[in-house]
């Protein structure tokens, strides 16, 4: 039995030719009626890469994982697809591939791998756990990373921030100087303050523990160092603080924090204590105060760096961000009742009071 079969060949002089010719087709058992015959094509290139033709074009792909609840994933995603639709692309011309660890982080590293193995064109990468990993795992997959606790440079992540040159670009917080404007803005609020609680996540790594030790031997404030490895250790912490009479407790920057700041607040008021962190919505939730920037506007710009780079643009040519915009969210409610006499200064500097 033969069919016709196309044949590509390449001349010497690049140019291809096409031409039909006839093939045989072995058949196992009985021969074939012509009905079950289905189109059989053979492309023979010599010397010259095989061309599919016909082939329906591909989808790209954008990995995420989320090492937070996976309540506090939707609103992220779509900050996300609204910065893609700025370099033209949003679902169904984009594809999400979309992991979250729901708080359990022994399940940053499958997840993260298992989206990595789908060869998504690329990753968004949500704190340093997450970054941590992806790094190890793929040298090539371009990463936008958006990582509030660590030092790009300083970490050796990226070359510089206008030419990071390796696979991994994104939004990065040179943090330090957040602590030192933190421990300033509870002590405002309580001049008696004479000791913080600290509630830390060892995955986000040293940088800001280091920087709020500095920070409270400024001012000569103690600290008590609680570390939280999932939302399941935040009940614990807060106890904690107040057996070792804590006046306030710092919420260092995490994915943990950023995604359960409404828990976190109602911690803070049910065992009266002033507290402040990095995300606006702390505050706007019942805690105290928070200083820092807008997290989902953070999330758009992870979205557009993705959309430059399937449009083209090589990670390590993309310039690494840093957030221009911060919110000093004061929530005068709560302030009340913790019996705080807010300074008329602080009112003032406040870019949203909460009354």
């Known amino acids: ?83 893609l639709r700025v370099g033209g692309y949003s679902p169904p011309g984009v594809e999400l591939v979309i992991r979250v660890a729901d708080g359990d982080p022994t399940q940053v590293r499958p997840l993260t791998e298992e989206i990595l193995a789908k060869n998504v064109d690329v990753f968004v990468a949500n704190g340093p756990a997450v970054l941590d990993v992806a790094r190890r795992a793929t040298q090539t997959t371009p990463i936008v990373a958006l990582d509030l606790e660590t030092d790009p440079v300083a970490s050796g992540i990226a070359a510089t921030l206008a030419h990071p040159e390796g696979n991994v670009t994104g939004v990065f917080l040179d943090f330090p100087d957040f602590t030192t404007k933190w421990i300033e803005l509870l002590k405002e609020s309580n001049p008696k303050l004479s000791r913080i609680a600290v509630l830390w996540d060892p995955t986000t790594g040293p940088v800001q523990l280091e920087s709020i030790r500095r920070a409270a031997g400024l001012f ?21 603080a107040r057996q070792r009479s804590a006046d306030a407790i710092v919420l260092l920057s995490s994915p943990l924090i950023s995604a359960n700041v409404q828990v976190l607040a109602e911690l803070a008021i049910r065992h009266k204590l002033s507290a402040i962190t990095l995300f606006p919505d702390f505050a706007r939730a019942g805690g105290l105060l928070a200083y820092g920037p807008n997290l989902l506007a953070l999330y758009r ?18 310039p690494i961000e840093r957030p221009t915009k911060f919110e000093l969210v004061l929530n005068l409610k709560t302030a009340t009742a913790l019996s705080l006499a807010v300074s008329a200064s602080l009112l003032l500097r406040a870019d949203e009071v909460i009354e």
């Open 220 to 240: 000569k404030i103690e600290l008590d160092i609680l570390e939280m490895r999932s939302a399941f250790n935040f009940e614990e912490a807060f106890s904690a």
């Open 1 to 83: 039995m033969t069919c016709q079969c196309l044949l590509l060949t390449q001349s010497g002089h690049g140019e291809l030719s096409r031409n039909l010719v006839r093939c045989p087709v072995l058949v196992s058992g009985a021969a074939m009626r012509r009905r079950e015959v289905i189109t059989l094509v053979v492309s023979v290139v010599i010397g010259f890469p095989v061309f599919a033709y016909a082939q329906q074009p591909t989808v790209p792909k954008v990995g995420f994982v989320y090492p937070g609840p996976k309540g506090a994933v939707p609103p992220r995603i779509e900050a996300i697809i609204s910065g």
């Open 301 to 318: 710009r992870t979205g557009v760096l993705a959309g430059k780079i399937l449009g083209g643009v090589k990670a390590g040519e993309v």
